[in-house]
């Protein structure tokens, strides 16, 4: 899937040491998606991330924008061990 990062998403990937590989494999086969309770534009994606102990990254998506836009990058500590 084609994708770019907002500014914001590329500054939470620095701040939080998150490398952009997991990013794309959570783009790529999301174990979970659920839509944005805030906007019907973003969805959520989640995935578990084996070299991060298994806490689960969450990546908001814009799939109304061509190509997906990267709108936030985090670890959800609330999805850990849900999936």
């Known amino acids: 899937m084609r994708y770019i990062l907002t500014d914001h998403a590329r500054r939470m990937l620095d701040e939080r040491a998150i490398p952009l590989s ?3 494999r959570t783009i790529e086969r999301p ?3 659920t839509p944005d309770p805030s906007d019907p534009d973003l969805e959520r994606l989640y995935l578990a991330i084996p ?4 806490r689960v990254l969450r990546v908001v998506v814009n799939t109304a924008a061509d190509p997906v836009r ?3 990058v985090f ?3 609330r ?3 849900k999936l």
């Open 70 to 72: 990267v709108v936030s």
């Open 51 to 54: 070299e991060c102990e298994m």
């Open 79 to 81: 999805m850990r061990g």
């Open 22 to 24: 997991w990013v794309e």
């Open 31 to 33: 174990a979970m998606r």
């Open 75 to 77: 670890l959800d500590r």
